[in-house]
């Protein structure tokens, strides 16, 4: 069994919570401010992807400097020892991980709505748009012929006029009435 194969026999309403799920993971992996360690014992702020903030990264690195130049030291620190490159690798990294996975959310949730909205009945109020008087299958009651040896099927889902008011039609699933209901089109008030 494929991926595709697997994801579509997942119920939709699932799918769309999973995305919505990814997508707050993401945020928070995006939003969350990141720390690195300084010079020293200190800890160094490097804002969060969103909002990146190296000030405390760039006073640390300066910070090493004036303090090894004082004790006659060498101020040369490696490149990826300075607290602005591990701000950076720390804010890179949590841009690689949470935009990823902030779009398969998305997504995810995207064709979980898709999916829901294609298998569920139409709403109804849905006749404040204009729709065609195709879908509408008119009925002939038949009278019933105790004779007949040939099994009579359900009629399949469609709008069929309303027993309860002429003037509607109503949603049959194949199996069943829904609530749903429409003005029937052509309808006139002598009906």
């Known amino acids: 069994m494929s991926i595709l194969a697997r994801i579509r026999s997942i119920a939709p309403k699932k799918i769309i919570w999973a995305g919505i799920a990814l997508a707050v993971l993401a945020l928070g992996i995006l939003a969350v401010p990141a720390s690195v360690p ?64 902030l779009l398969i959310g998305i997504a995810g949730a995207a064709y979980g709505i898709r999916e829901w909205n294609r298998t569920r009945p139409p709403r109804a109020d849905a006749a404040k748009a204009p729709y065609s008087t195709s879908h509408v299958a008119e009925v002939a009651l038949q009278p019933h012929n105790t004779n007949s040896a040939q099994p009579v099927s359900p009629p399949g889902a469609g709008w069929y006029p309303d027993q309860l008011d002429p003037k509607k039609v109503r949603w049959f699933t194949g199996a069943e009435w829904t609530d749903a209901t429409l003005p029937r089109p052509n309808a006139t008030p002598n009906q």
């Open 38 to 101: 300084g010079y020293g014992f200190s800890k160094v702020s490097c804002g969060s992807p969103f909002a990146r903030d190296n000030s405390e990264a760039r006073t640390d690195d300066t910070l090493f400097y004036n303090y090894n130049k004082a004790l006659g030291r060498s101020t040369d620190r490696p490149f990826e020892a300075s607290a602005y490159t591990k701000c950076t690798n720390a804010l890179s990294l949590r841009h690689g991980i949470g935009w990823p996975i």
